[in-house]
């Protein structure tokens, strides 16, 4: 079965740097997000993504975090200047046309020191 | 903006006991979600609901969503130690491209 894959597994980057983090979605979906897990707490909307725009973003997908389909396979998720706070699982999603569920991948864990 | 109230917040049960969880909302979602959540995992659908009133299973799960549309529940008939893991409720406000909105989850642990 086709699945969404996320690289790297665990990503750990000094306070101030930048980071990106990868995702191949499903071949042939249209929809991609990114989702946010602090650990311990439940997983937030950061942003959706479709027709090479941003459709929607939450409050947290502020000014340091930016998003992109550079190729027809990637789509990923830049932090310009990491806070301590960015630390948590982000989990990449896909969905395709027809009301097709969302597919999540297993997650970058990011660890800002 | 728009919040789940899931519970319980945990859960202790006997292996073979059946389990019963619960989703809340003040808002009405046009799909209610289930997802399973396993240690170094992304979450896993389980049951996708999109008709008020939908009954849907899914082997030994069992989910509904609420008539009045501000609620779901999921039932696991006879529990087994790989249903171990957290329980999210998750919502569509409007279209299932929308973002997915997620309850706090449940924690099911399971007693020999």
């Known amino acids: 079965e086709p699945e969404v894959t996320q690289t790297p597994s665990h990503q750990v980057t000094q306070m101030g740097q930048e980071v990106i983090l990868r995702c191949v979605p499903i071949s042939n979906h249209l929809y991609f997000y990114w989702y946010r897990q602090i650990l311990g707490q439940k997983v937030e909307f950061l942003v959706s993504f479709y027709n090479n725009e941003i459709s929607e973003k939450s409050e947290i997908f502020d000014d340091q975090f930016s998003v992109e389909r550079p190729d027809g396979s990637n789509f990923t998720l830049k932090i310009r200047s990491t806070k301590l706070e960015d630390s948590a699982m982000y989990f990449c999603?896909?969905?395709?046309?027809?009301?097709?569920?969302?597919?999540f991948g297993d997650g970058t864990r990011l660890s800002i020191l | 903006g728009q919040q789940l109230n899931q519970s319980p917040q945990s859960m202790f049960i006997q292996e073979g006991e059946d389990v019963s969880m619960n989703c809340t909302s003040s808002s009405i979602f046009n799909t209610w979600l289930w997802y399973k959540q396993e240690p170094g995992e992304g979450p896993v659908l389980l049951i996708a609901?999109?008709?008020?009133?939908e009954l849907t299973s899914n082997g030994r799960l069992t989910a509904q969503f609420g008539i009045t549309r501000k609620d779901s529940f999921l039932n696991i008939s006879a529990s087994i130690p790989s249903d171990v893991g957290i329980y999210y409720c998750a919502g569509q406000l409007v279209n299932r491209d929308d973002k997915i909105i997620f309850g706090k989850g449940t924690r099911l642990h399971i007693l020999p």
């Open positions: 999603a896909s969905s395709g046309l027809g009301n097709q569920p969302q597919h």
């Open positions: 609901l999109y008709k008020a009133g």
